[in-house]
């Protein structure tokens, strides 16, 4: 079997040279990822190139994960460290196994887990937006004044409806339509989740899942792929966290107040109505997964030029479940049912022209 040399490997190859070792590429969405070797060294560094025609669905504010990775160095405790390979900034890749529970039932981690997460927050609300000096990306204009949380999550709705809903609308828009998906929803949603009370904003991570977290092999626990960090509302980041955890009802409910203790310590500014505005910041994200999750879980369903049949029965169980769940948010008048969401993914599948969306399928979808 000849291995094909992407643009990611035949660069891992070129560093490495004859004499080092190239791992890879590792599961992931985004980006094609290689784990060097490289020669005379036992120190392993990541490779990342961002894969071609991937549809990108969360909002980003700093230039250079590598850049704010430095910055870092020494406020966040267990971040990876960036090697210099030949002129390139690649991260030290972290040995270990993440938080990805064997079964769907096996959702808890261990207390000592728990309270390394908890102390993760704690630095993170210690990095206030005017002590870090790291190219963003965003423009000056398009920053939420400090506090104005309001205004932090209007720029994330603003992200979901023109970058996720609008623009892939000439692709999506029948599919969108058919599950009742329309415009209106977003005003149903600005409704819904305005009124947040000012808290002092801080760094987020902004996607701390179960596979962001590696613990090595000392149970010291590791945050990795901060390429989504932002500045903002701290609330943000706690919310983010439980509703891309799923922890057992008791858990969720110990880590908000255990992040509101925290935060608290430092910060006090930083949690300020938190009871209040964690359940609208929440009902946020589960409405942003519908117009994320509509289009990957429809992706994942085209098999060449027909419908994947093997896959339809989950995605649409997966997609209800969504729906049902976001329903309040975005002020949907029903949830359609389990065949009207086949037949709308069906029917959407079995469009001939896919061709320019083909390709950004997500893993695991």
């Given at each position: 079997m000849t291995l094909q040399l992407t643009g990611g490997r035949r660069r891992a190859v070129e560093l490495v040279g004859e004499r080092g070792v190239v791992h890879g590429p590792l599961e992931g969405y985004h980006?094609?990822?290689?784990?060097?070797?490289?020669p005379g060294e036992t120190r392993t560094v990541k490779l990342r190139e961002?894969?071609?025609?991937?549809?990108?669905?969360?909002?980003?504010?700093?230039?250079?994960?590598e850049a704010l990775l430095r910055?870092?160095?020494?406020?966040?405790?267990?971040?990876p460290v960036i090697h210099e390979v030949e002129g390139m900034a690649l991260q030290v890749f972290i040995e270990g196994r993440t938080l990805k529970p064997r079964a769907w039932d096996d959702r808890r981690v261990p207390d000592a887990v728990h309270a390394q997460i908890v102390g993760?927050?704690?630095?993170?609300?210690?990095?206030?937006?005017?002590?870090?000096?790291?190219?963003?990306?965003?423009?000056?204009?398009?920053?939420?004044?400090?506090?104005?949380?309001?205004?932090?999550?209007?720029?994330?709705?603003?992200?979901?409806?023109?970058?996720?809903?609008?623009?892939?609308?000439?692709?999506?828009?029948r599919l969108f339509t058919d599950l009742g998906l329309h415009p209106d929803a977003?005003?149903?949603?600005?409704?819904?989740?305005?009124?947040?009370?000012?808290?002092?904003?801080s760094l987020l991570h902004a996607d701390l899942h179960r596979e962001n977290f590696v613990l090595d092999p000392f149970d010291q626990l590791w945050s990795i792929d901060w390429e989504l960090a932002m500045?903002?509302?701290?609330l943000y980041d706690l919310a983010t966290h439980l509703y891309l955890m799923s922890y057992p009802a008791e858990q969720k409910h110990r880590m908000a107040e255990d992040w509101a203790r925290a935060v608290g310590e430092v910060r006090p500014g930083s949690m300020r109505g938190w009871r209040d505005d964690l359940d609208r910041i929440l009902a946020f994200k589960?409405?942003?997964?519908?117009?994320?999750?509509?289009?990957?879980?429809?992706?994942?369903?085209?098999?060449?030029?027909?419908?994947?049949?093997?896959?339809?029965p989950t995605a649409v169980r997966k997609l209800r479940t969504i729906m049902r769940a976001a329903a309040k948010p975005l002020g949907l008048a029903e949830v359609p049912s389990s065949s009207r969401i086949a037949e709308a993914?069906?029917?959407?599948?079995?469009?001939?022209?896919?061709?320019?969306?083909?390709?950004?399928?997500?893993?695991?979808a």
């Open positions: 980006h094609e990822t290689y784990v060097l070797t490289m961002p894969r071609e025609r991937i549809l990108w669905f969360d909002r980003r504010c700093f230039r250079s994960e910055a870092l160095d020494g406020r966040i405790t267990r971040i993760l927050f704690r630095e993170l609300a210690q990095v206030a937006p005017n002590t870090l000096e790291v190219e963003r990306s965003c423009e000056v204009e398009d920053r939420a004044e400090d506090g104005d949380c309001d205004g932090f999550l209007e720029r994330l709705i603003v992200f979901v409806e023109k970058q996720v809903y609008e623009k892939n609308f000439p692709h999506f828009g977003f005003v149903q949603l600005r409704k819904n989740v305005s009124g947040l009370t000012r808290r002092d904003f500045l903002g509302d701290p589960r409405a942003q997964s519908v117009f994320t999750d509509v289009i990957r879980l429809s992706l994942s369903l085209r098999g060449g030029s027909k419908v994947d049949e093997t896959r339809l993914l069906v029917r959407w599948a079995d469009t001939p022209d896919l061709s320019a969306v083909e390709g950004a399928v997500a893993s695991g």
